[in-house]
């Protein structure tokens, strides 16, 4: 592909991430107009009424942005490691173990700051992710779809009626826990999003830095090696860096699935499937799409809001369903 | 063929019938075991004489209420519930093929789930509605999953790849469901979710029995035909059994039986898919597991709750308890699977 293609993609998608940010400010349960939004944001005033809404409105988009980027990346990066279409947190139930460590932190360790919160997350995440995915990788074929997609689904059913075990004889947890299950960016702070956003840039880092030995190793082990790829530590700092970016972003959101699966897809019909390529396209893409899905929550649910998580479950399991339909039967 | 040949083919025969006979009437013994111990056993203990008194309808003070009223719905609704699951569980692993591929995780249950969940916090409903609704939403989403899934050849590892995507979906807006709820309604619900028997009452039991009968003889009287679909969709053709009407009919009641188990005590962790394979391991192969799945799904279940009821200190939801035995084994089978290649 010639590389002013791709910077003709790059420039239309960041157009695009700026209307839905745009669409943020000015939408929800009070619409802005366009010009009073801008002119509040530039004037840094707070007097009327839709001045303090749109500056109410600036740490959830700002959140939706790195968390729909990181959620984008880790897509792509799992995607890449497994070397597996469906690789998803939530399809491989990456979410549901950091569901449970979090309600262990609240029922056992009486956790509730968001530092703990996230160490709790990350936590969960990286035991679960790495499960999930030793079980099934077992046996002949390695990681296919359907075994991963397998493995997550039934230790996600384990995990949960764990964390109904934990959660039932104890009512406060329920109710804090509840809001917390169904993905949402709706209840971002300027805390939360200085807590997160070391750990994201960690992971972002990491996911730039390992794609040209990616790229590699998409041609497959042995060349690889040959090449002089140490495969295995790329896969796990590759996993180490999605698991950062995964827990970190469930931690404060919940558990938004699907970001992760669509976006490295329609990325790759763009602009093919090379990591440099896919990586910052996804990045920006993710941000587009829960910023995308957050308005539409808005819209939809006014006076009250949809949840972002459920308006992505929505968008994205008809895909991986459109996946699971293209595939050749030997693939699965 | 020789005939020493013949005769050790017949002595094969009739050695699995022998073991499956066996292994069924134990698995009836254990249950009628349990359940004696089950109406005996709770915060007061009765002796077997006062059981006997009231079960033939005496009234005796106290046990009366506590057995008659208390345990014996529960006892009788978990021993169907269970069957119906073993019997569903069953039908889909062996039809997809695969051990993993029960209602509870591709999605079927899920369906029910959503109906049942909306019924009872959004319009308030309970009782014979709420099964019948969760019923015709158990089925549509079955059917859709099945339609979705077709296109080219059939195959399982296909539907099971969307049933987990719908799943998803459906997952999506229990969550909702619970999150909008009103703050006294969450407990009762979310204790529904995870599979209870704490609101049985006799009015459910005949038509939880009907459903369980109805549809457990047509899950047994297809058994002949669902072992012929096992020997592969090639041979099945050829020994001119009709696969695709089988199939849809099977599926259909296994759906049935889901749903309407589902209804009444919620979705019950990996009974589904925990009975088959238990199942097959005392009766071995060859021989159709659809009724030994069912006994064994009664038994998980009856197990399950009076572990959930009186071993621990809390009361824990028969579901948890089942959810909870059945996780170590579920990562089990899915190691041996992946090892013998069974899932790919």
Same mark, same amino acid.
């Given at each position: 592909?010639?590389?002013?293609?791709?910077?003709?993609?790059?420039?239309?998608?960041?157009?695009?991430?700026?209307?839905?940010?745009?669409?943020?400010?000015?939408?929800?349960?009070?619409?802005?107009?366009?010009?009073?939004?801008?002119?509040?944001?530039?004037?840094?005033?707070?007097?009327?009424?839709?001045?303090?809404?749109?500056?109410?409105?600036?740490?959830?988009? *700002?959140?939706?942005?790195?968390?729909?980027?990181?959620?984008?990346?880790?897509?792509?990066?799992?995607?890449?490691?497994?070397?597996?279409? *469906?690789?998803?947190?939530?399809?491989?139930?990456?979410?549901?173990?950091?569901?449970?460590?979090?309600?262990?932190?609240?029922?056992?360790?009486? *956790?509730?700051?968001?530092?703990?919160?996230?160490?709790?997350?990350?936590?969960?995440?990286?035991?679960?992710?790495?499960?999930?995915?030793?079980?099934?990788?077992? !046996?002949?074929?390695?990681?296919?779809?359907?075994?991963?997609?397998?493995?997550?689904?039934?230790?996600?059913?384990?995990?949960?009626?764990?964390?109904?075990?934990?959660?039932?004889?104890?009512?406060?947890?329920?109710?804090?826990?509840?809001?917390?299950?169904?993905?949402?960016?709706?209840?971002?702070?300027?805390?939360?999003?200085?807590?997160?956003?070391?750990?994201?840039?960690?992971?972002?880092?990491?996911?730039?830095?390992?794609?040209?030995?990616?790229?590699?190793?998409?041609?497959?082990?042995?060349?690889?090696?040959?090449?002089?790829?140490?495969?295995?530590?790329?896969?796990?700092?590759?996993?180490?860096?999605?698991?950062?970016?995964? !827990?970190?972003?469930?931690?404060?959101?919940?558990?938004?699935?699907?970001?992760?699966?669509?976006?490295?897809?329609?990325?790759?019909?763009?602009?093919?499937?090379?990591?440099?390529?896919?990586?910052?396209?996804?990045?920006?893409?993710?941000?587009?799409?829960?910023?995308?899905?957050?308005?539409?929550?808005?819209?939809?649910?006014?006076?009250?809001?949809?949840?972002?998580?459920?308006?992505?479950?929505?968008?994205?399991?008809?895909?991986?369903?459109?996946?699971?339909?293209?595939?050749?039967?030997?693939?699965? | 063929?020789?005939?020493?040949?013949?005769?050790?083919?017949?002595?094969?025969?009739?050695? =699995?019938?022998?073991? /499956?006979?066996?292994?069924?009437?134990?698995?009836?013994?254990?249950?009628?075991?349990?359940? $004696?111990?089950?109406?005996?056993?709770?915060?007061?203990?009765?002796?077997?004489?006062?059981?006997?008194?009231?079960?033939?309808?005496?009234?005796?003070?106290?046990?009366?209420?506590?057995?008659?009223?208390?345990?014996?719905? =529960?006892?009788?609704?978990?021993?169907?519930?269970?069957?119906?699951?073993?019997?569903?569980?069953?039908?889909?692993?062996?039809?997809? =093929?695969?051990?993993?591929?029960?209602?509870? $995780? $591709?999605?079927?249950?899920?369906?029910?789930?959503?109906?049942?969940?909306?019924?009872?916090?959004?319009?308030?409903?309970?009782?014979?509605?709420?099964?019948?609704?969760?019923?015709?939403?158990?089925?549509?989403?079955? @059917?859709?999953?099945?339609?979705?899934?077709?296109?080219?050849?059939?195959?399982?590892?296909?539907?099971?790849?969307?049933?987990?995507?719908?799943?998803?979906?459906?997952?999506?807006?229990?969550?909702?469901?619970?999150?909008?709820?009103?703050?006294?309604?969450?407990?009762?619900?979310?204790? /529904?979710?995870?599979?209870?028997?704490?609101?049985?009452?006799?009015?459910?039991?005949?038509?939880?029995?009907?459903?369980?009968?109805?549809?457990?003889?047509?899950?047994?009287?297809?058994?002949?035909?669902?072992?012929?679909?096992?020997?592969?969709?090639?041979?099945?053709?050829?020994?001119?059994?009709?696969?695709?009407?089988?199939?849809?009919?099977?599926?259909?009641?296994?759906?049935?039986?889901?749903?309407?188990?589902?209804?009444?005590?919620?979705?019950?962790?990996?009974?589904?898919?925990?009975?088959?394979?238990?199942?097959?391991?005392?009766?071995?192969?060859?021989?159709?597991?659809?009724?030994?799945?069912?006994?064994?799904?009664?038994?998980?279940?009856?197990?399950?709750?009076?572990?959930?009821?009186?071993?621990?200190?809390?009361?824990?939801?028969?579901?948890?308890?089942?959810?909870?035995?059945?996780?170590?084994?579920?990562?089990?089978?899915?190691?041996?699977?992946?090892?013998?290649?069974?899932? @790919?």
């Amino acid at each position: 592909m010639k590389s002013s293609r791709f910077t003709g993609i790059i420039f239309i998608s960041i157009v695009g991430l700026g209307l839905c940010i745009l669409l943020s400010l000015t939408l929800g349960a009070r619409v802005i107009p366009l010009n009073e939004t801008i002119e509040a944001i530039f004037s840094n005033q707070r007097t009327t009424v839709n001045q303090v809404v749109v500056f109410e409105r600036i740490p959830r988009t *700002i959140f939706g942005m790195i968390a729909g980027m990181a959620l984008g990346v880790s897509g792509a990066l799992m995607q890449a490691i497994t070397r597996n279409p *469906i690789a998803d947190p939530s399809i491989l139930g990456v979410n549901t173990g950091a569901s449970l460590a979090v309600v262990i932190g609240i029922a056992f360790f009486s *956790i509730g700051s968001l530092n703990a919160f996230i160490w709790f997350a990350i936590g969960g995440a990286a035991v679960t992710a790495l499960a999930v995915y030793t079980i099934g990788s077992i !046996g002949p074929g390695g990681p296919t779809p359907i075994k991963l997609a397998l493995a997550g689904a039934a230790t996600s059913a384990a995990l949960s009626s764990l964390v109904s075990a934990i959660m039932l004889p104890r009512t406060e947890v329920m109710n804090l826990f509840r809001f917390w299950q169904v993905g949402s960016i709706s209840g971002a702070t300027w805390e939360g999003i200085s807590t997160v956003l070391p750990f994201l840039i960690i992971g972002l880092g990491v996911s730039f830095a390992l794609a040209p030995a990616l790229d590699i190793l998409a041609l497959g082990e042995e060349l690889a090696s040959g090449l002089g790829v140490k495969t295995n530590t790329i896969r796990v700092i590759g996993a180490t860096g999605g698991v950062l970016l995964t !827990g970190a972003t469930t931690a404060i959101a919940g558990p938004i699935g699907f970001v992760g699966l669509m976006v490295p897809h329609i990325v790759r019909l763009a602009v093919g499937s090379s990591l440099k390529r896919v990586l910052p396209l996804s990045a920006i893409g993710g941000a587009t799409l829960l910023l995308g899905a957050d308005v539409i929550g808005r819209v939809l649910g006014r006076p009250s809001e949809l949840e972002a998580g459920i308006i992505t479950a929505f968008i994205g399991a008809p895909i991986l369903i459109m996946i699971a339909r293209k595939a050749k039967v030997k693939m699965l | 063929m020789s005939i020493s040949a013949r005769i050790d083919i017949r002595k094969g025969i009739s050695g =699995r019938k022998r073991r /499956w006979i066996t292994a069924t009437l134990i698995l009836t013994l254990l249950i009628s075991i349990l359940s $004696i111990v089950i109406l005996m056993v709770g915060n007061t203990i009765y002796p077997i004489k006062t059981v006997v008194a009231v079960l033939s309808g005496e009234t005796v003070k106290g046990a009366t209420f506590a057995i008659g009223t208390l345990r014996l719905p =529960r006892l009788l609704s978990g021993l169907m519930v269970g069957m119906a699951f073993g019997f569903a569980g069953s039908t889909f692993q062996t039809i997809l =093929r695969n051990p993993l591929a029960s209602p509870d $995780i $591709i999605g079927v249950s899920a369906g029910s789930s959503v109906a049942a969940i909306f019924c009872i916090l959004v319009l308030n409903l309970s009782g014979l509605v709420v099964s019948f609704v969760s019923v015709i939403f158990g089925l549509l989403v079955s @059917a859709t999953i099945y339609r979705l899934s077709q296109g080219g050849q059939f195959s399982g590892g296909r539907l099971i790849l969307i049933g987990i995507g719908v799943q998803a979906m459906l997952n999506s807006v229990i969550s909702y469901m619970l999150l909008k709820a009103n703050q006294y309604d969450v407990p009762g619900a979310m204790r /529904w979710l995870s599979g209870s028997l704490n609101t049985m009452s006799m009015n459910d039991i005949p038509r939880l029995a009907t459903v369980v009968v109805v549809f457990g003889s047509i899950t047994i009287l297809l058994g002949k035909l669902l072992q012929m679909l096992e020997l592969g969709e090639q041979s099945a053709i050829s020994l001119g059994v009709r696969t695709d009407l089988t199939r849809i009919l099977l599926i259909g009641s296994a759906v049935v039986l889901t749903a309407f188990a589902t209804a009444v005590s919620g979705p019950i962790a990996f009974v589904a898919f925990l009975s088959g394979p238990i199942a097959k391991r005392i009766v071995g192969s060859g021989k159709s597991h659809a009724l030994p799945s069912a006994l064994v799904g009664a038994l998980l279940v009856l197990v399950a709750d009076f572990i959930g009821q009186f071993a621990l200190g809390i009361k824990l939801p028969v579901g948890v308890i089942t959810g909870i035995l059945g996780a170590p084994y579920l990562i089990l089978l899915l190691i041996r699977m992946n090892r013998t290649g069974g899932a @790919a």
